[in-house]
């Protein structure tokens, strides 16, 4: 069984440029996550989505992070102008369901340095 | 809310040595707990989680955890560690009555196996 695939692996970007983070959830799952873990901390979620539906953004910064997920597979997660803040690593996972006793399972993370 | 304090943010122990890794939460909720490994390079991947019943629980790799709700704690423990075990590690939990999976973790005990 394919893992949760995310491109790309590296970014390096200067700050207010825009970048771009991609997701393929294992295959069925209906949920899909976005966490953003920053270097010593632990991971922290932005955005679960439930199929195309957005379950909870509440610790998305909406005024420069977006996220979608057209048609409930793919995901995409962006950032319009980035911070050096930003640097960190972006980790998707994706479960069956969003219930608790379904395993999220992790891709191995986009890795943004913003300099 | 919720939070998680991983007491120690690294461990060295030697090969064959018992290791454990210090996890207490607070929450206003009732929650579940997991503890997450993350190998470098890689993403989490599930170790073990306490939902209900035996407080004692184990997971892959030889861990286990014990819950204790009168202190809060949700310790991870192996008798014997593999230079394998090298990697860091995350305590999480999740709010029983809240939809959706959302993990809120610690902030990591990197484990050191020396030979």
Excluded: M
Aim: proline share 4%; net charge neutral; aromatic share 10%.
């Amino acid at each position: 069984e394919a893992g949760v695939a995310q491109s790309p692996r590296y970014k390096i970007i200067e700050k207010r440029q825009s970048v771009a983070f991609w997701c393929n959830p294992i295959s069925g799952h209906a949920t899909l996550y976005w966490y953003q873990q920053i270097l010593g901390q632990g991971p922290k979620l932005l955005i679960q989505f439930q199929n195309n539906g957005v379950v909870d953004d509440s610790q998305l910064p909406k005024d420069r992070f977006s996220a979608e997920r057209l048609k409930g597979v793919d995901s995409t997660l962006k950032i319009q102008p980035a911070k050096l803040e930003d640097s960190a690593v972006y980790l998707c996972a994706s479960s069956v369901t969003g219930q608790v006793n379904t395993e999220a399972f992790f891709g191995q993370g986009t890795r943004l340095t913003v300099v | 809310a919720q939070s998680v304090t991983q007491l120690d943010s690294q461990v060295p122990v030697f090969e064959e040595a018992p290791v454990e890794l210090r996890c207490n939460y607070s929450s206003s909720v009732s929650v579940y707990l997991f503890w997450y490994v993350q190998y470098p390079n890689q993403g989490l991947q599930l170790l073990l989680k306490y939902l209900s019943g035996s407080t004692l629980v184990k997971g892959i790799n030889g861990f286990e955890a014990e819950f204790n709700k009168s202190q809060t704690s949700f310790h991870l423990r192996k008798p014997s560690v593999h230079i394998s075990d090298t990697a860091e590690y995350f305590c999480a939990v999740s709010d029983r009555e809240a939809a959706g999976n959302k993990l809120t973790f610690g902030g990591g005990t990197r484990v050191l196996v020396k030979p």
